[in-house]
T-cell receptor, first 112, second 113 residues
Framework: GQSLEQPSEVTAVEGAIVQINCTYQ??????LSWYQQHDGGAPTFLSY????GLEETGRFSSFLSRSDSYGYLLLQELQMKDSASYFC?????????????FGAGTRLFVKA | EPEVTQTPSHQVTQMGQEVILRCVPI?????FYWYRQILGQKVEFLVS????????KSEIFDDQFSVERPDGSNFTLKIRSTKLEDSAMYFC???????????FGQGTRLTVV
């Protein structure tokens, strides 16, 4: 089966840097994604790592270590609008990675 | 900008009734998904669909659920006999490939009474 663990809640101040960790267990690992979801909205894609290392997209970076079954999302220069839930999601399954399982989400509160 | 559209945005149905949730994926995408999210909880994978057949499905996706791509643009989720616990937000998503960004629709809030 597949399972993911991430912190339920993180609080940080505007302008700071925050890291959201994710550990996973899966059969047939294909990649780790990160999604942002504001209250009442749809998940929106932030990043995807299939290989080890760091991927950077503007203020957001994502890291993957396949040997440790671990990844993280790094948000820099936090803004109030970054207050949202962040989900890691592992792409796995036994038939070519068609199954993407989401973690329970980390609720990020950004304070002024 | 292309987007995934879902209809209706909100559906209320009586327990035991059949519902069909509709989705129009982005036109050049080949992979389609349904997810659900019970209020305040995580997004749960239901099913993926590629090349006119189910690629993967979760334990949630039992015989009460079915998916169909009736034409070149629509992708539907049918729940045959709704239960109270089916009340959730249902998201459709599509992607060009399996290792790339999945785009989500705004969801259909299903309320079973």
């Amino acid at each position: 089966g597949q399972s993911l663990e991430q912190p339920s809640e993180v609080t940080a101040v505007e302008g700071a840097i925050v890291q959201i960790n994710c550990t996973y267990q899966t059969s047939g690992f294909y990649g780790l994604s990160w999604y942002q979801q504001h209250d009442g909205g749809a998940p929106t894609f932030l990043s995807y790592n299939a290989l080890d290392g760091l991927e950077e997209t503007g203020r957001f970076s994502s890291f993957l270590s396949r040997s440790d079954s671990y990844g993280y999302l790094l948000l820099q220069e936090l803004q109030m609008k970054d207050s949202a839930s962040y989900f890691c999601a592992v792409r796995g399954g036994n038939t070519g990675g068609f199954k993407t399982i989401f973690g329970a989400g980390t609720r990020l509160f950004v304070k002024a | 900008e292309p987007e995934v559209t879902q209809t209706p945005s909100h559906q209320v149905t009586q327990m035991g009734q059949e519902v069909i949730l509709r989705c129009v994926p982005i036109s050049n995408h080949l992979y389609f998904y349904w997810y659900r999210q019970i209020l305040g909880q995580k997004v749960e994978f239901l099913v993926s669909f590629y090349n006119n057949e189910i690629s993967e499905k979760s334990e949630i996706f039992d015989d009460q659920f079915s998916v169909e791509r009736p034409d070149g643009s629509n992708f539907t989720l049918k729940i045959r006999s709704t239960k109270l616990e089916d009340s959730a937000m249902y998201f459709c998503a599509s992607s060009e490939g399996t290792g790339v960004e999945a785009f989500f629709g705004q969801g259909t809030r299903l309320t079973v009474v």
